[in-house]
């Protein structure tokens, strides 16, 4: 992830981010960070960038042709996944569901207004996006562009380490976080709750999402309604939990949320990654969902449960691709046993053409790109004979929370590696407290062997995932 920040006061960024994790991260090399100086790029004898408004009114407005030249300055260096933010109170709000967007982008421009604003035509050329980052009025963009970097940077794999992990905390779910305590247990003749000393893993989250609940209902009443929201058509998907394992676990892990809901008709969820996930009592029942969506569902991907649903959308949105696919899943909980001489690691970009070598008929080389930048691969190791790690297998979480992509290279069959690397997952979805799924491709024997062999539910109901 690169930043770059067009700037009058470039030294108030650096000064800024020198410190703390950010500044580590720069130093990993996981981020970078370059200032322009708008004032740089003038034309003006005097070093001037801003001139009175046409029209009248208070103040003074920046010129076009400095910011135009500092941003252009910026944008050779960038490739062209770019997004240019213009920081102004006059924009989107910022949220974490923004932060995870961006943290998705290779890089980003921030440009930080200051005086009154910025000549509107050098806006209309360079901006994709207008964010503030609340409903208040800074002296100019570069704290809020300090705010923006610091939620994003923490998003991208590998600034935080693990026990900083950015997997639970405030928002994911439309709930804010529990309190938390640490040593000594009495504090000014306070006690840490009980619960929390009693080791009882279940209690703990149960009391910790009460706490969630009661603080986001008192402080965040508006939360707690979208919280409220998606219990209610999870519910309602509990139903046919066998079917909607998939629907349900998208909801609980905020990777998606609910487009359109009917108890009569079905639910219509959008996944963070794109996709559409439907499920109805009957094709015009599905219909009637699809036409209230208000969001655009032509060129995604669907997964639907119900096959009388599959001519509407090859009708509606000219998909052509259906694969069907079964469920897998575990609820029994209890964390399954991983050797402890096998070497399992997370993967980073550097692996993506040996992976692409082994795995290219479901993915594109830039898709497998993303699931190694997103962090969310596994590979397991095994040393050769002069002692190197080589690339035994991988597996994958899709954006969507289906366990997937999992491959063990030929030589090194039949060592339990698969086992082995699809244990670790479920351990670690267990430890977040998911139920961790699958989704299988019909006729894929090998794989519904090893989900039953694991003790995972399989079930005999298919999924259509439509392209
Ligand atoms: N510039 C001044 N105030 C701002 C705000 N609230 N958000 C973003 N940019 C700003």
Redesign the pocket.
Known sequence: MRFCVLTLFPQMIEAGLHDSIFARALKRGLIELETIDIRDYTKDPHRRVDDYTYGGGAGMLMQAQPVYDAWKAAAERCTENTRTIY???Q?RV?DQKLAAELSREENLIFL??HYEGIDERVLDEIVTDR???????????E???MVMMDAVSRLVPGVLHNEESAETESFDNDLLEYPQYTRPERWHEKEVPPVLLTGDHRKISAWRLEQAKERTKEIRPDLYARYEYRQTVIKWLSRKKRQHIHMMELLKRGRGEALCFDPRDGALLLENGGAVMLTCTSAEAGERLLDQSPVDLSGRLFCVCQQEILPVLYERYGLTETRGCYQAYYTRGVPLPVPKDMDIRRLDISFAEEIFAEYHELVTFEELQDCLASGTMYGAFVRSETGEARLAGFIDTHSEGALGMLQVRPPYRGRGIAVALESFMINQALGRDEIPFGHIFEGNEASLQLQRKLGLNVTDVILWWVS
């Open positions: 920081v102004t109170p924009g910022f930080c207004g964010i503030s980052i609340g409903d208040y009025v800074l002296t100019g963009g704290l809020p562009a």
